[in-house]
Each structure stands twice: as C-alpha cells, then as structure tokens.
C-alpha cells in the first residue's frame, strides 16, 4: 500500500504540501465503465476531460479496463486510444464479469499503487460512485463528487475541481494537495463528447487480478435489464420538453408529452413536479435529478432555480415559457415566451407537427 | 437483529437561499431535518426489526443540536441513539467522516456485534454518495448500495439477497452479514410516529460521545486534519451574458408567434430540423 504515512502539517494542521514520495505520480486516468459489451459514453466523456488535463500537465493519459475472462476489453481499449488515451491497463479476469464492489476495489486500487497516476476519473454512475468511495478509502485519498469543471491549478499544479454544492444553490472548488491519486467523478452528460481520432493507437498493459471466486463473499446471482418501452434515457434526448409547477396540475403534463411527441424528443421536469408524484423520478432534470445536453430544452412553467439550471443549461438553444416576466429562466434561456404555458404548449405542438409533416412531403 | 442507521442532519435544502451580493449561505431560519435519503434506509432497519426482532441504534455526527434528528428517529421506532459530538470533528471531509462514523459504529458493537449497517443513498447538503462506501471499507463490511428491494433475509446462514439498481437493470445480489446497505429513495414509505412514541422520544436520552468516548486516539484521523480535500473556493454561478430573445404574445397571434420560434430554433442550430425529421414523429 502507498498510503502516505508522513504528512507534513500546514497550516492550521492541514494538509497542503505534497510529500516527496506522492511527486512520483504522473498521469492522468479514466476508470472504463462497460456492461454486456458497451462502454457507458461517460467513459469517453471523461476522457476528452483526461485528455485536457494532461496536456496542460504534460502527462499522459491512461484507462483502467476491468473485466470477465472472455469480455472485450481490448477492444473498448481501442475505442479509448481515439477518444485521446495513451495507455491501458487491463484486467481479465472471471470474478469480474459483472461489476461487484470488491474486486473491482482491488482490482483496480492494485492498478493504481503500481502504475501512481496523479489524477483518477470515474462516471458518477451507481457503479462509479460505488466503486470511487470504496477505492478512495482503501488509497486514504481525497475524492470530489459530481464535478461539472476540471482543472489544473496553475500555481500547485493540483486538480481544481469544481462542484455545485448546498443543493445547487453555490459552486465550490476543492483541491487534493497533499495526498495521490486526486480522485473525482462527473455525472454523465456533463462534460461534452470529445472529438474522436480514428488514427490514434495507443499501449495494452495486461494485469492480473489474483482472486479466486471463493475469496469473494458477495455473488451476483442475476441482472434483470431494464424494460426498453419503459426506459426513460433523459440524459441522452436530443430533445427535451420539461414541465414545472407552472403547468398546475399533473393532468396538464400531457400538453408536455404531446409536444414531446411531436418533436420525437423525451419528457423532463422540476424537482418539486416529480416529489408531487406528477412524474416519473426518471424524469427529474436538475442537480438531484438528471444532467442534460439535448439540442433543443423547452422549459414550461419552469421558472429556473439553480437547482434546475445546473443539470440543463448546456443544452445547445433553451426555450423558456413562464407567465412571470422576472423568473430566473429568462437569465440564461435563448428564447422566452411571456404567457401561458397551458396555451403555448399545444400551439407550438401544432406548429411543430405542421411544419415537419410539411418538410417530411417535400422530402419524400 | 442489531441494525445500526447512520444519520444526518441537514439544513432543509429546499429553503436554502443564497445572499445575492455576497454570495454567502444564509442559514437563519432554515429548518435542520434528518436527511431525507436516510429515512429510507431507517424505515428499511425497522422492518427488519418487525420482522426478525432484535435492535435499531441509531448513530449520527454532529453538532449537540443533532441530538433533536436522532430523537425524530427514536420517535419512527428506534430503540437506541448515539451522537458523536466534538470540536475536533468540525471540518471532516468525506474521509474523516467516515474515519470518525466507524468508529462509533465499533464502540456500540462491544455493547452488541451488529448484523447490518444502514446509511442514505445520499445526503442532500453534500450529495457524496461516499461516506457509506467509506465506513463499509474501514470495518470490512461487504457493501450492498442503491439497493431498491431486499428480496430474503436469512439468519440462519447469516445472508441477505437484494436487488441494486445498475445502470441499465437491477443487480441481484447475496451477501453474507454483517455487511452496509444503502437504500435507494422512494423504495419503501416511512412510518408514522405514534403520539406515545412522540412522548418516549422527547425525553430519551440520547447517548452523547466525544472523541475519546467513540474510541479515537489519533486527532490526525479526524476533522480538518483528517481531511484529504481542501475548499479553496465558494462561489455563486456565473450569469449569462445574453438574455433571452422575448417574443412578444401581444403583439401578434398565438400561432405566429410559434411559427416565428420555430424558425429562430432551426437557425440557431442548422442540424436540428433534419434530426427531428430523422425521428418517428407523430
């Protein structure tokens, strides 16, 4: 273990000097994330994020690859090298077919002690946040969650990372200085898709796990998927329509859904709509809720807390409808609409449905 | 059965309002709760402890005022609460946080060993989602998080099946006891308190321990120096330099006024109109 036994106290007792013997880290690293042959896209998220940092720390970029015996991680290896990784560093292994928290813990706390990259990403996913907390502890580092920006510090040359904070209401940046690796997770669709170079290769290190089945308590006896009909996939839409309590009451929901129809797109809303039990939780867009990046957000009866604007507002053209011309919405909307969402709503369905069937008749 | 929930105290962040010139928290007047995420997780203990019998201890670290969360909790049915309370906690991380709940979670396990630990999914005021993993790895307790069903609870082979929420499915999972559960929101409906329960809770007295009672002896463990991560920065979001375009209901009819944003949004981003025309519109 490369637990720092020795800190040197800074001020107030803290911690902010990085000991001679963590000065050995180097690199930047992306946790790959896969299930049944697909790598989550917050991988390669991360790595567009990995791929940044370690050019302003002249370092280079490396993917931990975890897997069963038979999955093909040097495939997602492959993949991995175009979106910007130099090197990865892959386990095969039987016990790992199928995430379970304990070897994958040491499955990839062994990578880290071995290979010391500085700086390590994860997806803020259920297996990601799972996996980061355990991994963190075991290495006595410090961890930031759900990060919406990363950069390095110029003058510690540290990760900044920056994280919304007091439920969405501030953004705080925090800094791992004396410990390493410096790790973090990002949920996904908060950082964009990173260009991909089809040219790029990069170096396979294979690892070894050493466990065996018997050493590990917890046994994965099925994985039932998720129905795809009722598979709500909000942080991937193009396009979003989203409700709030403007709407007034959950029957007027449908008004969202139609013009959601219309536009081929997915149904979103506020906090305060899905803990009404209106919707879906699913379907929460905000910082408790889902993190968006649709081409097209239509925001009606939302009047824009920061809670909400956090998990949409890199969405490419936002569309606000508010009967409040003061609502923070209008802030930080491209296009606003003073007026009633309950008349706006079937009027732009309507609009929308015209003009596509219209271009869908020149085209055939 | 001894469970023990770990809880905590939070400002109810729905009424949090941010200063707007100093962009400081303005705490005044903003009721503190017990996390909402925790709840789940304790309605989930006491189930168990219908069921099976035995004992729920609650355990939280706080301030002294954190004691009123923890009396909530005896008054759903909690038999038992322990506060870690003391100066040298203040300013924990996720780490020494975790560092300093295990702890405590060792101390009331010489009074009597514990089957399973709870925590939220989550706490609402830091949103984490790390310090159940960090207790489970520093006592070596299998870990079971986002949990939305337990399917079988055996006490004779000492084992627990439940189902995880995944990315894409749920993970049916068995492990063996004692292990740390965290429970998805919403999976189960918290009870409500009985008004004798009410009564028994106001006046329980919850057990207060400071640093060297929860069983620490190294202050570099804990608190600000147990802390890997440092704030370096707190500061309020960046506003937009463009306000919206408004369009003007008044000055035109409901239906120009849609036809004229659609023709804004399409050339505002050119890629848009042939996507929705991909797409199986109705």
Known sequence: MNAPAKKPAGRAGRNLELPEHLKAYKGVWVFIEHDRGHVHTVSWELLGEARKLADTLGSRVGVAVLGGADEPLEKFAAEAFTYGADDAYIVHDPVLHGYRNEPFTKGLTDLVNRHQPEILLLGATSMGRDLAGSVATTLLTGLTADCTELNIDPASRALAATRPTFGGSLLCTIMTLAYRPQMATVRPRVMPMPPRDTTRTGNIVQATLGMIETDIVTKLLDFIPDASSNRINLPYADVIVSGGKGLKNPENFRLVFELANVLGGEVGATRPCVQAGWVEAERQVGQTGKTVRPKLYIAAGISGAIQHRVGMESADVIVAINTDPNAPIFEFAHYGIVGNALKVLPALTQAFAEHLSRRRKQAA | ?282
């Open chain 2, 1 to 282: 059965m001894h469970i023990v929930v770990c809880i905590k105290q939070v400002p109810d962040s729905a009424q949090i309002r941010v200063h707007p010139v100093t962009n400081t928290i303005m705490r005044q007047g903003v009721p503190a709760i017990v996390n909402p995420y925790d709840l789940f997780s304790l309605e989930e203990a006491l189930r168990l402890k219908d069921r099976f019998g035995g004992k729920v201890t609650m355990l939280c670290m706080g301030p002294p005022q954190a004691e009123e969360a923890l009396r909530k909790c005896i008054s759903f049915g909690a038999d038992d609460a322990v506060l870690v309370t003391d100066r040298a906690f203040a300013g924990a991380d996720t780490l020494a946080t975790s560092y300093a709940l295990a702890a405590g979670i060792q101390q009331i396990a010489k009074e009597q060993a514990v089957d399973i630990v709870f925590t939220g999914k989550q706490t609402i005021d830091g949103d984490t989602a790390q310090v159940g993993p960090g207790i489970a790895k520093r006592l070596g307790l299998q870990l079971l998080t986002y949990v939305s069903r337990i399917v079988e609870t055996d006490l004779d082979a000492r084992t627990i099946t439940a189902e995880r929420r995944a990315e894409g499915g749920v993970q049916v999972l068995r492990t063996a006891l004692p292990c740390l559960i965290t429970m998805l929101e919403n999976t189960n409906e918290l009870r409500f308190a009985t008004l004798p329960a009410m009564i028994h809770s106001a006046g329980y007295p919850v057990r207060k321990w400071n640093r060297e009672q929860a069983g620490i002896e190294d202050v570099s463990k804990i608190g600000l120096k147990g802390s890997p991560t440092v704030v370096s920065k707190v500061f309020g979001p960046t506003p937009r330099s463009e306000k919206a375009e408004m369009l003007d209901l008044d000055a035109s009819s409901l239906r120009d006024v849609s036809v004229n944003l659609l023709q804004k949004i399409f050339t505002r981003h050119p890629t848009l109109e042939a996507d929705l025309l991909m797409k199986e519109g109705s």
